[in-house]
């Protein structure tokens, strides 16, 4: 007799695989199911299109600035203007550099000059003069004067310009024609007086007239003694006599003002020429192109004053000062009043320079904007950037 023997485990493996073959054909049929109605919805909602039409379709692209003559015009007058160029930089100049205004101004300032080098200039480099000097402390500075510090009169350039015109020769003086011999006679004779006394001298006659006059000298000696004060009238008329004679005294005792001297013309700023290199030919005592602006005028002002209290607040506080250079920026009213002061960068600069900085600006005597600088500001007060090298 034979029997079979049937293992359980190959029984539940069998069973698991059909399984897994039934569930697998159900979900496969599920999803063919769902694809065929998103299919036909798709199809339902897109319009049919006409073949021709399709094939006939041209597409025309234009772009964005190419536009008809018409729509080009009105464009141009919807268009907002263009920003106004930033104005140019202030330039510092001297006396001695002042010519005739340049055809491209690239600096405003005090003078008219025009860009000239007073060193060889180089073809490969920048298009700017070439010049002798320090090396720049910072990338951007340019110095093209110099003096050495003086406090003195900030309207020096004023006193400079007015001992020029003192020192021009004064036109001679009109020759008056002698009087002939014949005609001095003649009028002699007719207001009774000799030949001798019409040909002497004013002085001669005035001495005469006082030694024998009506009124000779000692009269006027009693007049001041006490007796003669008895008269009616005169205490009055000595009292109106000390009134009259003191403003008169005093304003004799007022001092007149100091005489500019040449070896003082006033306050002189520390300046000292950078050394640039540049392709500009034009030879001579180097300069910039600067035209001479009411803008220029006022900064070169201002910028005396605040030089001034700083220079002054620098020798105050020598003891604290070490190397380093503070950029600052402030506002100005039309009445040349300090309204807002910012520190724009600080490089190695403690707080006794800081301080001392800020005060040489509130304190520094600027002046009152001209009537043609409150014109072109139109009210709005005027941005200045200083930068102070310790």
């Not at 001092?255 to 290199?277: D, I, Y």
């Not at 500009?280 to 201002?302: F, P, Q």
Request: with cysteine; hydrophobic share 35%.
């Amino acid at each position: 007799m034979s029997a079979a023997a049937t293992n359980p485990f190959e029984s539940q493996a069998r069973l698991w695989l059909v399984a897994f073959a039934v569930s697998a054909l159900v979900n496969l049929a599920g999803l063919s199911v769902i694809a065929f109605v998103v299919m036909a919805k798709v199809a339902l909602q897109t319009p049919p299109q006409d073949p021709v039409a399709a094939s006939e379709s041209v597409a025309t692209i234009i772009p964005d600035m190419i536009l008809p003559a018409e729509e080009g015009a009105a464009a141009s007058e919807v268009a907002p203007a263009a920003p106004p160029p930033p104005p140019p930089q202030f330039a510092r100049t001297s006396p001695d550099q002042e010519e005739i205004a340049p055809e491209r101004p690239e600096f405003i300032g005090e003078r008219n000059t025009r860009a000239t080098s007073d060193a060889t200039p180089m073809p490969e480099a920048e298009d700017q003069i070439s010049q002798k000097g320090r090396e720049p402390i910072h990338e951007d500075e340019v110095e093209t004067t110099q003096s050495t510090y003086q406090d003195g009169d900030l309207a020096h350039d004023r006193i400079k310009r007015e001992m020029m015109k003192e020192a021009e020769p004064a036109p001679p003086p009109t020759p008056v024609a002698p009087t002939p011999p014949a005609e001095a006679a003649e009028t002699a004779k007719l207001d009774g007086t000799s030949e001798a006394e019409a040909e002497a001298p004013p002085a001669d006659e005035t001495k005469e007239q006082l030694a024998e006059g009506p009124v000779p000298v000692e009269r006027r000696v009693k007049e001041a003694k006490p007796e003669d004060e008895t008269k009616p009238g005169a205490p009055e008329r000595k009292a109106e006599g000390q009134q009259e004679a003191k403003p008169q005294q005093a304003v004799a005792e007022q001092p007149k003002p100091a005489a500019a001297s040449p070896n003082a013309p006033g306050f002189r700023g520390n300046q000292r020429k950078t050394k640039l290199v540049g392709s500009i030919t034009r030879s001579g005592r180097s300069a910039l192109n600067v035209e001479d602006s009411v803008l220029g005028r006022y900064h070169a002002a201002v910028s005396r004053a605040v030089e001034k209290e700083w220079q002054l607040n620098c020798v105050r506080n020598r003891d604290y000062i070490t190397p380093g250079m503070l950029t600052m920026s402030f506002m100005l009213d039309a009445k040349g009043k300090v309204k807002e002061i910012r520190v724009i960068d600080a490089l190695q600069v403690g707080a006794i320079p800081k301080g001392f900085t800020l005060n040489a600006i509130n304190d520094a005597e600027i002046p009152a904007m001209p009537a043609d600088l409150k014109k072109q500001l139109d009210g709005e007060p005027l941005e200045l950037l200083y930068r102070f090298n310790f």
